[in-house]
């Protein structure tokens, strides 16, 4: 077994580490703490994830509800089954935790692999990993904030336009008054057990009526005010935020674009000035994975296509102004400064 204490005399080779030098059992034993570490930095980041589960379940269907009050529908999603609920809110928590414990996950495999690198492939992850997860960050505020919204806009409106058939008009027999409510910004404060008003905010009809389990207590009761259309719009919670999620995904796999020229591009496989003259082709690629990974609807297609383009135009100028040249300086460790 080489000496773990002498200097390595391959330049650029990470200095002196015990755990560069190891038997095969013994990377057996650290992958087992490494994986146990992991999962268990996961547990209470689920846990926390899922107390706010249902919080965070309001938030993510706040911009259906919007697009479907716009729409004249019912804003209110449907669970048809006991456990659909608690079971997108499991899924919600899932999530989460898989996304705010990656860092803690990749921490704990840069331990395990970090100490058989050399001091260039170190310097290569030190700048990837930071850039891929702000680029990750920016692709679900991108596509809750501005894709979301249009998509939803899109396909809300596209169903709203399928008229019902009118209904008939008459003139009011004699006699007949019609009742008059009152239309408020706003509900009032302490309103009177039967009162009655349209909530123009959210658009219902609500009744304060004394509570079924304490009749001293009121509650409002409401009612939807939705347009008369020919086909009603209601979506299922689950399945909406299985879309959302799948959406989220296909966008934060296209933000991954500019790490991938820019290691393409450091590992000699592609070159920025060569790969500028095949824009064409670079567009064609963009538009296909555009309509893989989004819903096959013209729309968000278009909405990820042209920032998947911006994000490859980007690879390709990080490249130029970072060439692997340019990383590499001060890469080797202070023993290798006078090799070539």
């Known amino acids: 077994m080489p000496d ?34 992991a999962i268990v930095g996961l547990v209470p980041i689920f846990c926390i994830a899922f107390a706010l589960g249902r919080p965070l379940l309001s938030l993510l269907i706040a911009p259906a509800r919007e697009a479907l009050i716009d729409g004249g529908q019912n804003p209110a999603l449907l669970a048809t089954g006991p456990f659909e609920t608690f079971g997108t809110v499991v899924h919600l928590a ?19 692999i970090s ?17 891929s997860g702000l680029l990750a960050i920016a692709s679900i505020i991108f596509m809750y904030l501005a894709i979301l919204p249009v998509v939803l806009a899109f396909f809300v409106g596209f169903g709203a336009q399928v008229q019902a058939p009118p209904a008939a008009t008459a003139p009011l027999p004699e006699g007949v008054v019609l009742m008059q409510m009152p239309m408020l910004d706003a509900d009032p404060t302490d309103p009177p057990p039967g009162s009655a008003w ?7 009809l609500r009744v304060a009526v004394p509570d079924s389990k304490k009749p001293e207590k009121i509650t409002i009761k409401s009612v939807e005010l ?5 086909i009603v719009q209601q979506y299922r919670v689950s399945e909406y935020i299985k879309t959302l999620l799948n959406l989220a995904l296909g966008f934060g796999i296209a933000f991954q674009t500019p790490v991938v020229v820019i290691m393409l591009g450091w590992v000699g496989i592609i070159d920025a000035r060569a790969m500028g003259k095949y824009r064409k082709i670079a567009i064609a690629v963009c538009t296909v994975l555009g309509g893989v990974l989004t819903p ?40 290798d400064a006078g090799d070539p």
């Open 4 to 37: 773990s204490t002498r200097p390595s005399q391959i330049p650029g080779r990470v200095e002196p580490n015990p755990m560069a030098v190891m038997s095969f059992g013994d990377h057996l034993e650290d992958l087992r703490r490494r994986v146990f570490l």
């Open 115 to 131: 100490p058989g690198l050399y001091a260039h492939e170190r310097r290569f992850v030190h700048l990837l990993l930071p850039f």
């Open 198 to 204: 349209i909530n123009k905010g959210v658009w219902q």
């Open 296 to 335: 096959a609807d013209p729309i968000s297609m278009l909405l990820m296509a042209i920032p998947l383009y911006l994000l490859y135009e980007l690879g390709l100028f990080t490249l130029r102004v970072m060439p692997a040249e340019r990383v590499l300086r001060g890469a080797k460790e202070p023993a």
């Open 226 to 230: 939705v347009e008369s259309r020919g």
């Open 94 to 112: 899932v999530v989460v935790m898989l996304i705010v414990g990656a860092p803690w996950v990749l921490y704990q495999l840069w331990l395990f």
